[in-house]
């Protein structure tokens, strides 16, 4: 069965960069769209963006300029990198995996991140 | 703000049925597919239609997804005390060129 696993930091200081990373076990990583996803306290689901294994990646515009996905095909893993933090960015984050257009049909369990000072 | 809106809150008795809706506009719902999840708050969503209607394998057919124009509809029968969990729909908007989702729905068992 395919799972997801995510980890990293989950508190940061203001301007600081947000990493995570999320592993593919027991299935394939090529011929999908890798995701990540965020949920701020008390709201609704925010699409961050995704990455193909030939590398292309489509970002939300309104975060576009802070973000970076990248993959690592050779550890089945892919990564989440989100620059000059504010408390906005304060939110449970995922990985996920796009089945079709806007359909993620696989789902880590989510990294609390918290940004304080 | 959700550029889908839905109900925060809906209920009905164990064995009724409810109806979750999801508003949008002709940039995302209108012309675009749905797809809904359920999530229970420290769990990972669960997926429970795509393209409007479709269930992957597993889910049950007592959840049922249509679209009419600009708006969709989660529905569930049978309802049970598991199925207790806040719901989103989500679907692409092609102005924004982004994934977007509503706020979410809390399904109470009463």
């Known amino acids: 069965q395919v799972q997801l696993q995510q980890w990293g930091a989950g508190l940061l200081k203001p301007s600081e960069t947000l990493s995570l990373t999320c592993a593919v076990y027991?299935?394939?990583?090529?011929?999908?769209?890798w995701n990540w996803i965020r949920q701020p306290p008390g709201k609704g689901l925010e699409w961050i963006g995704e990455?193909?294994?030939?590398?292309?990646?489509n970002l939300n515009p309104s975060l576009k300029s802070r973000v970076s996905i990248s993959a690592d095909p050779s550890k089945n893993q892919f990564s989440l990198n989100l620059n000059s933090v504010t408390a906005a960015d304060t939110a449970v984050y995922y990985c996920?995996?796009?089945?079709?257009?806007?359909?993620?049909?696989?789902w880590g369990r989510g990294t609390l991140v918290t940004v304080s000072s | 703000q959700s550029v889908l809106t839905q109900p925060p809150s809906v209920s009905a008795a164990p064995g009724q049925k409810v109806t979750i809706s999801c508003s949008g506009s002709?940039?995302?719902?209108?012309?675009?597919?749905v797809s809904w999840y359920q999530h229970l708050p420290g769990t990972a969503p669960k997926f429970l239609i795509y393209e409007n209607n479709k269930r992957p394998s597993g889910i049950p057919d007592r959840f049922s997804g249509s679209k009419s124009g600009t708006s969709a509809t989660l529905g569930i029968t049978g309802l049970q005390t598991g199925d207790e969990a806040d719901y989103y729909c989500?679907?692409?908007?092609?102005?924004?060129?982004?994934?977007?989702f509503g706020g979410g729905t809390k399904v109470t068992v009463l």
């Open positions: 990455i193909h294994l030939s590398g292309s990646t």
């Open positions: 002709s940039s995302n719902i209108g012309n675009n597919y």
């Open positions: 989500g679907t692409w908007d092609s102005s924004l060129s982004a994934v977007v």
């Open positions: 996920a995996r796009r089945v079709v257009l806007s359909a993620y049909g696989l």
């Open positions: 027991g299935g394939s990583f090529g011929g999908y769209y």
